[in-house]
């Protein structure tokens, strides 16, 4: 099977990438515009596989989608494609409704398009895979809800409004055109490769440099974590096993306090990387870099996952707890310090983004 990933140079993408071409025997065609966050060093380990194929290209541009289409004919398409920080769609909304929007709208036409000119056996096989995320059902209130496929959706910034636009679009697509399309909605990722805007990432390199580690706010926002190599086994499992028109919800079962994941977090610097070594007094601890900040403006208090459609349908759960999931991604940024100073080379150096001026 010949699948075309978009966003292919992105922390998922790039996850879903390594495990089509480490754990199966298709063929998998990357195609990225490599934005700031896409790193085809993130690629390096599958980049002379035979059965990778990387595209530099827009998901925006309709005529370069058209080409890529007929080019390497795939049998189904993953979308990952997306400007996916709420902070930098609060200061800049406009890439996120060009990307995440026109750019899903564009990406499905060049699909219809394609999928209607194919002979009916592998019509009626192909699959269009939409990857979205659990911020477009808003926040959850009541300390024992979950998020559900059927959970209304309420987003709260321009990231997750924009990518519930995206989502609609898609269902559009197969109510009027009869695009076989599947949604995901995953709850937040963590792990290796992770552009360090992003929390855990940023929380670890923040501790490795002795800056100050800021909190949002108390920290009380609860987030349910995802190890990102979990959620590709789920991704893959869904574009070859799941239902046609169906929705599935992918959680990690693993609820956490902000706070409590970057108190985790200096727990593994103290024990993995203390600060004695890197000439700090004796007895220091990482936590004591713990400053809280101006909280995001309209931040979501709580997310969580209710994944057992997944388990029951689809026969998949998380592999890793979070606490070795975390353990493995602390371990990866201290031994992987080439690929993170790469990244911080470029535009970012670990500054706040999105405090809404």
Same mark, same amino acid.
């Given at each position: 099977m010949k699948i075309l990933v978009t966003g292919g140079a992105g922390f998922i993408g790039?996850?879903?990438?390594?495990?089509?071409?480490?754990?199966?025997?298709?063929?998998?065609?990357?195609?990225?515009?490599?934005?700031?966050?896409?790193?085809?060093?993130?690629?390096?380990?599958?980049?002379?596989?035979?059965?990778?194929?990387?595209?530099?290209?827009?998901?925006?541009?309709?005529?370069?989608?058209?080409?890529?289409?007929?080019?390497?004919?795939?049998?189904?398409?993953?979308?990952?494609?997306?400007?996916?920080?709420?902070?930098?769609?609060?200061?800049?909304?406009?890439?996120?409704?060009?990307?995440?929007?026109? $750019? +899903?709208?564009? %990406?499905?036409?060049?699909?219809?398009? *394609?999928?209607?000119?194919? !002979?009916?056996?592998?019509?009626? @096989?192909?699959?269009?895979?939409?990857?979205?995320?659990?911020?477009?059902?808003?926040?959850?209130? $009541? +300390?024992?809800? %979950?998020?559900?496929?059927?959970?209304? *959706?309420?987003?709260?910034? !321009?990231?997750?409004?924009?990518? @519930?636009?995206?989502?609609?679009?898609v269902r559009a697509w197969f109510r009027t055109y009869g695009l076989p399309v599947i949604i995901t909605n995953c709850s937040n990722n963590y792990g290796p490769y992770h552009f360090p805007e992003k929390l855990i990432p940023l929380m670890i390199l923040n501790a490795l440099a002795g800056k100050p580690l800021p909190v949002y706010g108390r920290g009380t926002q609860i987030r349910d974590w995802l190890y990102v190599e979990d959620h590709a086994r789920a991704l893959y499992k869904v574009v070859t096993e799941g239902q046609v028109g169906e929705t599935y919800n992918i959680g990690g079962h693993n609820e956490k306090q902000n706070l409590e994941v970057v108190h985790t977090i200096c727990a593994l610097m103290d024990e993995l990387a203390p600060m004695h070594d890197r000439g700090y007094p004796p007895n220091s601890k990482h936590s004591s870099l713990i400053t809280h900040v101006k909280d995001r403006p309209g931040?979501?208090?709580?997310?969580?996952?209710?994944?057992?459609?997944?388990?029951?349908?689809?026969?998949?759960?998380?592999?890793?707890?979070?606490?070795?999931?975390?353990?493995?991604?602390?371990?990866?940024?201290?031994?992987?310090?080439?690929?993170?100073?790469?990244?911080l080379d470029g535009s970012y150096q670990l500054e706040r983004l999105g405090q809404g001026a």
């Open positions: 790039s996850a879903v990438v390594r495990h089509i071409c480490n754990f199966t025997n298709d063929m998998v065609i990357n195609v990225d515009k490599l934005t700031y966050a896409g790193n085809l060093n993130s690629l390096e380990q599958v980049s002379g596989n035979s059965r990778y194929i990387f595209e530099k290209a827009d998901i925006c541009d309709a005529v370069v989608m058209a080409t890529v289409f007929k080019k390497h004919q795939p049998d189904a398409v993953m979308h990952l494609a997306a400007e996916s920080h709420v902070d930098r769609s609060i200061d800049g909304p406009a890439a996120f409704i060009e990307t995440n929007i026109v $750019g +899903t709208y564009v %990406l499905l036409e060049a699909t219809r398009d *394609y999928w209607k000119g194919l !002979p009916e056996e592998r019509k009626l @096989a192909f699959r269009f895979h939409h990857i979205s995320t659990d911020e477009v059902y808003g926040d959850l209130h $009541g +300390t024992e809800d %979950l998020f559900t496929e059927n959970t209304p *959706y309420a987003p709260s910034s !321009p990231y997750s409004a924009s990518k @519930a636009s995206s989502d609609h679009l931040h979501d208090l709580r997310y969580a996952i209710d994944a057992s459609k997944i388990e029951r349908e689809l026969g998949w759960k998380p592999e890793e707890t979070f606490e070795t999931g975390l353990r493995k991604t602390v371990e990866w940024y201290l031994n992987n310090n080439d690929w993170w100073q790469a990244v």
